[in-house]
């Protein structure tokens, strides 16, 4: 149980072009998700939390105009990189929380996103 | 602000030799702790968690954690490592009241020599 999805795996788009990343829970509803940003050899690194039917919080740094996050249901968020630059080519990994006690996350296995 | 530290950035061990990475954390208050593992090319994967009782736990593979509450750690060990588990190793806090959102350490890169 407990699985989360994220689709594209891997996504090639042109700068100045947008790429929409879904990620979804697949056996469990999340009033909340996290979309992470992992850079080469380094650690994950939170930008934003999304909450279902409600505005998403955005980390210190992150430009919320240009990381879209829309989390319209219980089992889907979706991550949209408006207007791509190569800077932004990075290694995005969503997690569902599990509403409980201790709400644990679970991660998505990531999507590969190259800007070229 | 809260910060959670992994002091091994690359370890490489043989196989059979035991195995201890060092987590460190900084928050005044009540915390939930985990251990993730990224196998080359998958998703993360939990190893083990602490949130309260005995604080040493057990968690799959083999790996176990002590929580040291005085010391703000959260080492995990494993006595005796196969090749398999080369990979990144995590440890994550969040706090236990909140949004409840994970601090991620830099990760310790594992390499088990066969």
């Not at chain 2, 251990?35 to 998703?43: A, K, L, N, R, S």
């Not at chain 2, 010391?71 to 969040?94: G, H, I």
């Amino acid at each position: 149980g407990a699985v989360v999805s994220q689709h594209p795996s891997w996504v090639i788009c042109k700068s100045g072009t947008s790429v929409k990343i879904e990620c979804r829970s697949l056996d469990f509803q999340a009033t909340t998700m996290f979309w992470y940003r992992q850079f080469p050899k380094q650690s994950l690194m939170l930008m934003a939390t999304s909450n279902e039917g409600s505005k998403a919080t955005y980390e210190q740094g992150v430009e919320k105009d240009k990381f879209l996050i829309n989390h319209a249901s219980l089992t889907l968020s979706t991550l949209t990189v408006t207007s791509a630059h190569p800077e932004d080519s990075s290694f995005y990994i969503c997690s569902a929380r599990q509403d409980g006690p201790y709400y644990e996350q679970y991660f998505g296995p990531g999507t590969r996103l190259t800007v070229t | 602000a809260q910060s959670v530290s992994q002091h091994n950035h690359h370890v490489i061990l043989s196989e059979a030799a035991s195995l201890e990475l060092g987590c460190n954390y900084s928050y005044g208050g009540t915390v939930n702790l985990f251990w993730y593992v990224q196998y080359p090319g998958q998703h993360l994967q939990l190893l083990l968690k602490y949130f309260s009782g005995d604080p040493l736990v057990k968690g799959i593979k083999g790996f176990e954690a002590e929580f040291i509450k005085s010391k703000f750690s959260f080492n995990l060990r494993k006595p005796s490592v196969q090749w398999s588990d080369t990979a990144e190793y995590f440890c994550a806090v969040t706090p236990s009241s909140g949004t409840y959102k994970y601090i991620f350490g830099t990760g310790t890169r594992l390499k088990v020599l066969a």
